[in-house]
């Protein structure tokens, strides 16, 4: 199973998808094999599970493609939840708005309702005392 540093769902078998920094190999048994860091496609740096053999150089720049690909990550996820969050509150703006203007209506008619029945009424009963 591996584990991946942006919230993503793979098809693979035995692959889930969280939060995390790098990519652990977890066995079928639930052993930990190997730790390394999550390298993605766009990143043409050759990886090596033997990293005594690489350059410091080769390493820090590594370090800094892991890094960069990690804050673009959480920056793409930032900008989707802020996304999704402004739309949920101009749509909740939007009926709060409507919702406003029919109460406003509805009450307007009641409003007319009530003086046209008071004066059906008292010229009902004005009539009624003068006969």
């Not at 496609?41 to 599970?49: A, G, K, R, Y």
């Amino acid at each position: 199973m591996l584990l991946r540093n942006f919230p993503r769902i793979h098809a693979h078998v035995g692959e889930l998808s969280f939060n995390v920094h790098g990519i652990i190999y977890v066995s079928e048994e639930g052993e930990s094999k190997y730790l390394r860091p999550y390298l993605p496609d766009c990143v043409d740096i050759p990886f090596s599970l033997t990293a005594d053999v690489t350059a410091p150089v080769e390493r820090e720049i590594r370090s800094l493609a892991i890094g960069l690909t990690s804050v673009k990550d959480e920056q793409e996820y930032i900008v989707v939840r802020e996304r999704r969050h402004r739309d949920t509150a101009e749509s909740t703006c939007e009926r709060v708005k409507w919702w406003s203007v029919l109460q406003a209506l509805v009450l307007f008619s009641v409003v007319a309702w009530q003086v046209y029945y008071l004066k059906v009424c008292c010229r009902f009963a004005f009539m009624a005392s003068v006969h």
